[in-house]
């Protein structure tokens, strides 16, 4: 596991973040142990999503020998200028090689939380912390061994991972029996995912935001998709997520009732006081009345409107149904 209080590989500042458009914002190249790294970062599609996107990068590998390959385990935090934290992923283990120079990280935050965390001086910082395991540079054959990998019941794990894997197997020994993948990437991939979900769900219950919840909450639903039998997790997850629950059938009905708002307004009230207006020609200062009120109904439509564009948003931050 990582120290308690490790030191951030590298530093990304990005100034007058809310100015920034949707391309990608990078970093300069950083080089640790030798090895090179970028990091890129998007503030999301405006038509699909608003999540944050954060990339990291081996900008030199069409350099590098044939073969080359990084293995580490990585994550970054998220501060604002006073060094608040506002988002941290989940730890990720991945090989970067030729067809994968660059993976992005696993887990995202909604950038408009960010306003709602204040962004002091609109600055947002990227710590970005990695754990070299390998570097291999392909024909030059330059291998820096950083850390050992570890084989638990056919699944390669860091030797500071061990110990929390052996765990696990112990307590829920039939806990991969379905699980039926022979691929050792995919499937430290998916012990990565699992050990991320645990860590999760051993915060205190009132620290986990909605999106850590959305997020554990899909996780757990793809590793079981998979074949890992999780109902212990499964249990554990839902017994925390009630509050949010509530919050989210709360969400629905307000939706339900704006939606019922806007209805009548358009069908029967705006009908008819323009049917109103229609038969009222002959009285022009009553026709001036009838006017002002239709467009005082159409205002109202309107800013319901955009009242039940931003519920329904936040009622889809989550992709999924809570488990029952």
């Not at 006073?82 to 941290?88: D, F, W």
């Not at 947002?124 to 084989?151: M, P």
């Not at 205190?204 to 793809?222: D, G, K, T, V």
């Amino acid at each position: 596991m990582w120290n308690q209080k490790p030191k951030p590989t590298f530093r990304f500042e990005i100034d007058n973040f809310s100015e920034k458009g949707y391309s990608a914002i990078a970093s300069p190249t950083y080089v640790i142990d030798g090895c090179e790294w970028d990091l890129y970062v998007w503030k999301g599609n405006p038509l699909a999503s608003k999540n944050l996107l954060v990339n990291l990068y081996v900008p030199n590998h069409k350099s590098l020998g044939t073969g080359w390959r990084r293995t580490c385990s990585f994550y970054y935090v998220a501060l604002n200028e006073s060094g608040k934290e506002l988002h941290r992923s989940s730890v990720d283990v991945r090989v970067f090689r030729d067809k994968n120079p660059g993976y992005g990280f696993q887990n995202s935050v909604h950038v408009p939380k960010f306003s709602e965390k204040e962004l002091e001086n609109d600055k947002l910082i990227i710590e970005v912390y990695i754990k070299l395991v390998e570097a291999f540079d392909g024909e030059v054959g330059d291998v820096t061994k950083k850390e050992e990998i570890v084989n638990i019941n056919g699944f390669l794990v860091l030797a500071s991972q061990a110990i929390q894997v052996r765990k696990i197997f112990a307590e829920h020994p039939h806990i991969a029996l379905n699980f039926k993948s022979k691929n050792h990437v995919v499937k430290t991939e998916y012990m990565n995912v699992l050990l991320g979900l645990i860590d999760t769900l051993n915060k205190p219950r009132h620290s986990l935001s909605r999106m850590e919840i959305c997020n554990a909450h899909s996780n757990l639903r793809e590793l079981m998709d998979v074949g890992f039998k999780l109902e212990w997790l499964k249990t554990k997850l839902g017994e925390g997520s009630l509050e949010s629950k509530k919050s989210d059938d709360h969400d629905e009905s307000r939706v339900q009732q704006l939606e019922e708002r806007v209805k009548n307004l358009e069908l029967m009230d705006i009908g008819s006081l323009k049917s109103k207006l229609e038969l009222a020609q002959v009285d022009d200062s009553r026709v001036e009345q009838l006017e002002e009120s239709v467009k005082h109904l159409e205002l109202i439509v309107s800013d319901l409107k955009a009242e039940l564009d931003k519920e329904k948003a936040k009622s889809s931050d989550c992709g999924f149904l809570l488990v029952d």
